[in-house]
């Protein structure tokens, strides 16, 4: 079966270094990934997103993320994280088990961020 | 700017009475979902529409009943809410073709 795997439950960082969140996957064909932030209290909103190309992506809020098919892993990067960057941080993939449209998602990782 | 919109934001119930959450949407997307989702957890798709054509999830519990009455309208109906129930119920939209869901704010649900 399908799922997306998240090892960092929380993450804690300094403001101003640089940030690795991973995303481990297991899928049959060629995923297509997603990275969503959520706030404290409010919805998601998609960071990047992987369906074919290029295998580094980039995002919005300055975030990046590379598809390494050997290693099944999409995993999201940031060079310097800024203080709103706190957040939960899920990976997802879509589910190729007859609906496409619906996502598989990790558990999330929690960053806080230390000033 | 488009968006998905979810009214109330927050909503206090009782223990059995009725709910009904609304999310509404000016993307024009196809296809929009209810997740639910716990604190700390990841969001728990109950159903979806693709269209008019309704998509419930084999563990959604006969408690939760759904209507999309129109493409830009969907909403969740809680029968008789426990308090189990209490969560952050987050609306979600898609084009046709794209993988990509966009989410409301989300409402969060008190059963008290």
């Known amino acids: 079966a399908q799922s997306v795997t998240q090892p960092d439950i929380h993450i804690t960082v300094s403001e101003g270094a640089s940030l690795e969140l991973r995303c481990n996957y297991s899928?049959?064909?060629?995923?297509?990934l997603f990275w969503y932030v959520q706030s404290p209290g409010q919805g998601l909103q998609l960071l990047l997103k992987?369906?074919?190309?290029d295998t580094l992506v980039q995002g919005i809020k300055g975030f990046e993320a590379e598809f390494k098919r050997s290693q099944s892993s999409f995993n999201l990067r940031k060079p310097s994280v800024h203080w709103s960057d706190a957040a939960e941080y899920f990976c997802?993939?879509?589910?190729?088990?007859?609906?496409?449209?619906?996502?598989?998602w990790g558990l999330g990782t929690s960053l806080a961020v230390n000033p | 700017d488009a968006m998905v919109i979810q009214n109330p934001r927050y909503q206090v119930t009782q223990f059995g009475k009725p709910v009904t959450l609304s999310c509404s949407q000016t993307?024009?997307?196809?296809?929009m979902y209810w997740y639910q989702q716990k604190s700390s957890q990841a969001p728990k798709l109950l159903f979806h529409?693709?269209?008019?054509?309704?998509?419930n999830e084999a563990d959604t519990p006969d408690n939760f009943q759904s209507r999309r009455p129109n493409t830009s309208f969907c909403f969740l109906d809680i029968r008789s809410p426990g308090l189990g129930d209490a969560a952050m119920y987050l609306c979600?939209?898609?084009?046709?073709?794209?993988?990509?869901?966009?989410f409301g704010p989300g409402t969060r649900l008190t059963v008290t």
């Open positions: 992987y369906f074919s190309g």
């Open positions: 979600a939209t898609s084009p046709i073709g794209s993988y990509e869901q966009y």
């Open positions: 899928y049959g064909a060629t995923p297509y």
């Open positions: 997802a993939v879509n589910d190729n088990a007859g609906n496409n449209r619906k996502l598989i």
């Open positions: 529409y693709y269209d008019k054509d309704f998509n």
């Open positions: 993307l024009n997307h196809n296809v």
